[in-house]
C-alpha cells in the first residue's frame, strides 16, 4: 500500500533493527526535536505531529473500550499483540503498519445498510467477509490483503478461545498473477546504462541489484558495514529483513566496487537521496527508480525483475539450486527451481539434440 508524507519538519529514522522511529522538528527551532510513538498511517498521528511541532508532547485521552466481542474489540486486541511482537523483534514492524491500515479501514467500512462494520460482532458469518471482499474488488490486492489480515486476526482469536472458527477461511482470492515482475533484458540494461552512467546515483542502484540480487527493501540499508574481508576477499554479508531468509555473503565484485567508490557523496548506506540521507523506506526508492526508469525510457520495469532476471542468468550459467539459493537468500528449494527448471529443460534439450544430430542417418 502506498502512503504519501508530506509533512514539514517529520523526520522518518529507520534503525539497523529495521525499526522506523519518528520525529518532529520544533517550528522556528530546528535544533529541538521531539519524538512521537506512531506514523502517518495511525489515527492519532495528526495530534502528536501538531502537538509536537509546537513543541509539545501530545497526551492522549483514554479512548473509550469498545464493545466485547465486536470486531473493533477483536481488531484492538490483535494489533496490540502484534505490537508486543514487534517490541520483541518478533514480528515486522512494516506488517504491523500494514495491518494497522488495513483493519481500521476494514472497522470503518460502512456496509449497505450503512452498518459500521467495527460495531459487528466478531462471530460475523462467512458470507459478511465475502461482501466487504467483493466491496474492494477495484483493488484485488488490497482485497487479498484484507483477508490475509483477517484470517491472521481470527486464528490468534481461535489460540485464545475467543472463537472455535475462522469465518474468513477459504475466501478465493480475487487477484490473479501476471507473473509477477517483468525480468530485466539485455537491452533494459544497456538504455539504463547509457541514461545514468556511473558515478550517479541510479548506476550504482542497477549495479547493486545486479551485483548483489538483493530485495530493494535490503538495498535501502545496505552500505561499507557490511563490507568484511574473509580469506584476503572482500565479502557482502547481511541478512535480509524478510523474514525466514537465510543469512547472505558473496564476494564483492570489481563492477560494484568501483560504482560504490565513484559516488562523491558517501553515506551510512551506499544508496543516498539528493539530500545525501538514506532512503527512509523501500516505496520511496521504489518511486525513485521509476523516476530513473522513464528518463531511460523503459516502462514497467522494477528492482525485483532485475532480480528475477540475475537468477535467470544464474540458471543459464549451469548453477544448482542451492548455488542460487546462497545468493538468492531462498531457504526452500522449490523456490529457486522455478528459475532452474527451465534452463535445466533447455540445456537436456540441447544435449538430446546434439546426440540426435550424431546419429548416421
Known sequence: MKMKVNFPGLLIERHRSGVIRYRVRVEGNKAKRISIPVGPDHPDFGSYYWSARGGEKWQPTEKPQPVRRSLDWLSRGYLEHLERLVTADLASPITLRQRRSILTRMCAHVDEENGRYGECDMDAPTSAWVRIRDAWAATPAEADNLMKAVRAMYTWAM???????????????????????????????????????????????????????????????????????????????????????????????????????????????????????????????????????????????????????????????????????????????????????????????????????????
Not at 537491452?187 to 541489484?209: C, N, Q, V, Y
Not at 563490507?227 to 563492477?255: F, N
Open 159 to 361: 489460540e485464545r478461545q475467543e472463537i472455535d472458527h475462522n469465518p474468513a477461511a477459504g475466501i478465493s482470492k480475487l487477484h490473479r498473477s501476471r507473473g509477477g515482475a517483468i525480468p530485466w533484458t539485455a537491452s533494459d540494461l544497456k538504455k539504463f546504462r547509457e541514461a545514468h552512467p556511473k558515478g550517479t546515483m541510479a548506476h550504482l542502484w542497477l549495479t547493486i541489484h545486479m551485483f548483489t540480487a538483493c530485495r530493494i527493501g535490503d538495498a535501502i540499508w545496505l552500505g561499507r558495514e557490511n563490507e568484511v574481508v574473509r580469506d584476503g576477499i572482500t565479502r557482502l554479508e547481511w541478512q535480509p529483513r524478510k523474514k525466514g531468509s537465510a543469512p547472505v555473503s558473496i564476494p564483492l565484485l570489481p563492477p560494484l566496487l568501483a560504482a560504490t567508490r565513484a559516488m562523491q557523496v558517501q553515506g551510512r548506506s551506499y544508496l543516498l537521496t539528493d539530500h545525501g540521507k538514506p532512503f527512509a523506506s523501500a516505496e520511496s526508492l521504489r518511486n525513485r527508480v521509476r523516476k530513473w526508469c522513464t528518463t531511460a525510457g523503459i516502462e514497467d520495469r522494477s528492482s525485483h525483475g532485475i532480480r528475477k532476471a540475475v537468477a535467470e542468468l544464474l540458471a543459464e550459467a549451469g548453477c544448482t539450486q542451492h548455488q542460487i539459493m546462497a545468493i538468492m537468500a531462498h531457504t526452500q528449494a522449490q523456490t529457486s527451481e522455478i528459475y532452474t527448471k527451465g534452463a535445466q529443460r533447455r540445456i537436456l534439450s540441447d544435449d538430446a539434440m546434439r546426440a540426435l544430430s550424431a546419429l548416421d542417418w
